[in-house]
Each structure stands twice: as structure tokens, then as C-alpha cells.
């Protein structure tokens, strides 16, 4: 049963948030939705945004700027929140990119994350409740992220390609198994066998690929002011495995523009094009 928690007129439409009782995670989990003006009428078209290390459900949709071009296409945006809360696991807030706000989409394997860090399947949980509680069409569903959400996003899609048609990012983290957010990740959520941690790397599950998995494209955008490209991001490591398996990908290198929002409501207009475009 999902709870209502408040909602608001924008754009035409609604902003709601809410909350549930997670069975994959085992305690209540918050998240976002935006409804168009059209949700009264008809099925419409989803799009699920993965917010970055530190963010809330609440992040994306108060910074992004979002809802106006959704109110115009049609779609619904939802946004989950980024990690469990509550979970009390010792020394889950005793680092920003690591516990708490940290959650990387991913099951964890290793005591103590493993009994409530189960954000990829909340994820396919959150999916089913969606399409249960909101006029969403599950045949036109997308998802998109930023940094650690962008990392999720692109995961999600290759693991899932069944249930998203759609996918894009902004500043993933797109080979986490050889950057240092990462590494600390992976190896606190599930262990030192890096062979486990491939099945949440976009590169290496790209590599994987027989064929393209999303023929009709990808779109990501990275700033070349952000002050983690060099680092984190590796977007080139994605870039050389849809090429070798031919996924068609757009990756814009946008000059001057860092890691934050302000990139993000620049851009978010053309994903939220990309994406009704794909979705049809």
C-alpha cells in the first residue's frame, strides 16, 4: 500500500510524493511523481529518474526543471530515493559516497548490507508499483540517471531490457569497477571477488553484448568542466564497448559544464525529447 505523503499543481499536472512499505528492502522507501495534465485520460508514456550519491527522491524534482517539458510530451516522471533510510547499519552516514545516499543500485551481498542495501531489485519492485498505481503503459517505459543514478540507469537498462525501452544518462559512473567510488562501493556491498561486481558495470555488460541492445540509441551527456571525468566517470570505456558490439551512442561532450544541476536543467529538456521520441 503506498501513503499519499503531499502533492502540488505544476505545470498542469501534479506533483505527488509518496511512500511504502519496501518488501525488497524490508522498511518504508520514499518516491516521486510527476503527473501531466493528460494522467486522467489515458495510459501514458514513464520515465524513471536514478538521482547521484547524497540525493533524495525529492533532488531531481525540485532542481531539475523537469516537469514543464513533461506537462508538454506527456510523460510521467518518477524518482526514487537513492539508499534505504533507517536501515541503522553501523557506519552507513560515516561517508558521503558510501551507506546511506550511497546505495548504487545494486543488491549487496556482504553482512551487514545485505539485509536492507537491495536497491536493483526495489527498482523492479518500484516498476510493478508504478504500473499498478499510475496510468502508465508498461509497454513505454524509460529510465535515466545522473553519475551514480546514471551508472544505475544504464545497469538497469542492459540487465532489463524487457521492461525499459528507453535509456540515457547524464555523468554516469560508467565503469565503476575501475574508478575509486566504484571500487569502495563494490567492494564494501559485495566483497572482494571482482568477478561479482561486473554484473553492475554498464561497460562490462555492454562488452557482453552480442548484439545492440538498444538499436534506436543511447544518449548520454558529460560535462568536460566536471571535476570527476578524469577520475570516476570513464565514459570513454562505454564508448569503446557499444562501438565494438555497434550500440548506437550519442555522447555529447559539453564544454564549460560541470557535475551539478545547473548541467542537468540545461540538458534535460533533450532527454526528455529522446525519450518521447523513443517511446512513441
Not at 261 to 275: A, K
Request: charged share 20%.
Amino acid at each position: 500500500m503506498s501513503e499519499l505523503l503531499n502533492q502540488h499543481a505544476c505545470f498542469g499536472g501534479e506533483q505527488r510524493f509518496y511512500q511504502h512499505d519496501s518488501s525488497a528492502i524490508g522498511l518504508p522507501m520514499k518516491f516521486s511523481v510527476y503527473l501531466p495534465p493528460e494522467a486522467s485520460g489515458k495510459k501514458l508514456p514513464v520515465l524513471f529518474y536514478l538521482a547521484g550519491l547524497t540525493c533524495t527522491e525529492e533532488t531531481f524534482m525540485t532542481k531539475a526543471g523537469a516537469q514543464r517539458v513533461a506537462s508538454e510530451l506527456g510523460i510521467i516522471l518518477v524518482a526514487p530515493d537513492t539508499s534505504p533510510r533507517g536501515a541503522n547499519v553501523p557506519g552507513e552516514t560515516d561517508s558521503w559516497d558510501f551507506g546511506a545516499g550511497a546505495g548504487f543500485y545494486l543488491d549487496a551481498t556482504e553482512a551487514p548490507w545485505s539485509t536492507h542495501y537491495r536497491m536493483h531489485s526495489y527498482l523492479l519492485e518500484l516498476h510493478a508499483l508504478v504500473l499498478d498505481l499510475l496510468p502508465a503503459d508498461p509497454a513505454r517505459v524509460g529510465i535515466f540517471g545522473h553519475s551514480m543514478g546514471g551508472h544505475g540507469a544504464l545497469v538497469m537498462a542492459l540487465r532489463h531490457p524487457e521492461l525499459f525501452r528507453s535509456v540515457s544518462a547524464f555523468a554516469p559512473i560508467a565503469a565503476p569497477s575501475r574508478c575509486p567510488w566504484g571500487v569502495k562501493a563494490f567492494g564494501g556491498y559485495l566483497g572482494p571477488d571482482e568477478s561479482t561486481w561486473q554484473q553492475y558495470d554498464a561497460s562490462a555488460l555492454m562488452a557482453k553484448q552480442e548484439t545492440a541492445p538498444f538499436p534506436d540509441g543511447i544518449l548520454i551527456d558529460q560535462g568536460l568542466g566536471d571535476k570527476f571525468l578524469p577520475e570516476q566517470l570513464r565514459p570513454e570505456a562505454f564508448e569503446g564497448a557499444c562501438a565494438r558490439i555497434g550500440q548506437p551512442l550519442t555522447l555529447r561532450r559539453q564544454p564549460g559544464y560541470d557535475h551539478g544541476y545547473y548541467f542537468i536543467s540545461t540538458f534535460v529538456e533533450d532527454h526528455l525529447r529522446f525519450h518521447s521520441r523513443q517511446l512513441g
